[in-house]
C-alpha cells in the first residue's frame, strides 16, 4: 500500500542525515515522502534538544499536528501517525507522551534501524504508544539499509556519533550516548555509493567528528586523517569537508592532512565557545584559549587560506564582563570566516544549569549583540575580500533567479553565478564581483574546470582572512 511520510527536522547536520536515513527506512515499507503534511499518513519530528528554543518549537509544532490529524480523521482521510524522533525524544522521551498524549512513536537517534518494527507494533497496539529511548550503541549502522535516494553533488555522512567530552552546558553526550566511530570501510563504502548516486563532495558528520578512530579495513583503527586520504581516492569525489571538530581533538596528522590532501577544503569549523580561561575551564572544554590560537597558526601554516569559523556562547554562569572582553578579544585576533553565536540556555540535568551564578538575561542579550556586530562585520569582510579573485566554485543547484546557479567557494560561501543547468556538479572558476553579507556574486569564467581532480589551489594571499576585525 502506498502512504504519505511527513518529516520535518531542527537541529544539526547529523539530524538532516539522520531523517534522509528514516526515509530510506521506510520506503520497503511503502512510505513515500512528501512536502504536504495535510496529506501525510505517518508525521516525523527529528528533534534537537540543544537549547530551550529548539525544545519549544517541537511543543508549538505538536500542537498544530494534532489539528492536523483531528482534521484527517474528521474527513476520513484516516489516522496519522505521530512520530518524535531525534534528541527531544531522547532526553523527554516521558515528557512529551504527557504533554501530548496524542503522539504514537518517540524514539532516539540509536533507534531509526528499528522503524520498521516499531511501525509493526503500532499497528498491533492501536492504543499504546512505542516508547524507544535506548543506546544499543554499534547496532544502528549495522542495520540500516543502504541509502535509497541520492542526495546530490553535496552529500552528509555520519561517521561518528556521540560525545565523551561533557561540556558542562551540553546535552548532547545524554542525547547521543557515548563517542562510536563507524568502520572504515563501512564509510569508504557509504562514500562510493555516494559518488556513484552523484556526490562531489562529502562532509563528513559527527558531533567530535576529529576525535573519529574507526576500525581499519585491515584490523587496527583509523584515525580521521588517514580516512580523508582513503575518502580522497574515490573517484568523482572533488571535495572534502568535516564537522564538528573539537580543538583539543587536531592531531597534528590532521593538520597535516590540510596540507596534503587537496580534496580536503581550506575551511574549518572549530567551535571555541569562550576566550575566557576561566569560562573555558567552567565549561570542561579542556583547552584554553592560547591553545586555541596556536592551533590555528598550525593549521595557517599548514594551510595558509584556510577560512576558520567557531560557536560562542555568551553568558555562560559566572561569565563577568572581562571574560567577555576576552572573547572579543580573541574573535578581534583570530578573524573568524563565520560563525554561529548563542545566548547561554540553560538545560535540564547539564552541571551548568544548577550553576547559582546565572547571568541575566538581558546581559546575556547585550554581550549576544556586541559580539554578533564584530563577527558579522568579519564576514562581510571576509566576502569582500573575494572580490575581483577567480575562485573555484562547486555548483551544487538552481539559484533563485531563472537561469543562475549556486555553489560553495572552497571557503563555505554561497556563490550565485549565471550558468546552464549542465554545470551542476562541475567545479567552475567564478570570478567574484560582489562579496555581501552572506554570499558571493560572480561571473564563470571558464566553462568547465576540466578535471575536477587535478584544480589548482587558489593562490590566496596568507592574510586572506586575519585582521579583518573592524
Ligand atoms: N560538538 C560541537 C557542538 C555541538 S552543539 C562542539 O563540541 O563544538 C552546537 C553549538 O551549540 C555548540 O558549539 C555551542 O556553541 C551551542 N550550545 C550547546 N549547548 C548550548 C547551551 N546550553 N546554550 C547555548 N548554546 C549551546
Ligand atoms: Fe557538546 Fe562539548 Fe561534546 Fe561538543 S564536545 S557535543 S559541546 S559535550
Ligand atoms: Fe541538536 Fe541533537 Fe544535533 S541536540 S544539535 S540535534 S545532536
Redesign the pocket.
Known sequence: MLRKLFVKTWG?QMNVYDSARMADVLAPLGYAQTARVEEADMVILNTCH???KATEKVFSELGRLRAVKDARRRNGAGDTVIAVAGCVAQAEGEEILARAPYVDMVFGPQAYHDLPDMVARLARSRNAPIVNTEFPVEAKFDRLPEEASSQGVSAFLTIQEG?D?F?T????PYTRGAEFSRPAAQVLAEARRLAAGGAREITLLG??VNAYHGEAPDGGAWDLARLLYGLAEIDGITRLRYT???PSDMSDSLIAAHRDVPELMPFLHL?V?SGSDTVLAAMNRRHRADDYRRVVARLRAARPDIAVSS???VGFPGETDADFAATLRLVTEIGFAQA????????PG?P??GHDAQVPDDVRATRLEALQQLLNAQQHAFNRQQEGRALPVLFDRKGKQPGQLQGRSPYMQAVNAAGPERLIGATVMVRIAAGHANSLAGTVVTDDHGSPKSHPAPSLAASAHSGTAA
Not at 552546558?169 to 548532547?172: K, L, T
Not at 554561529?340 to 538545560?347: A, D, N
Open positions: 544539526c540543544i537549547r530551550e560525545c567530552k561540556c552546558f551540553c546535552v548532547v558531533q567530535n564538528t571538530s573539537h567551535p565557545q560557536d560562542f556562547i554561529y553565536s548563542f545566548k547561554y540556555s540553560p538545560r547539564t551548568a544549569a
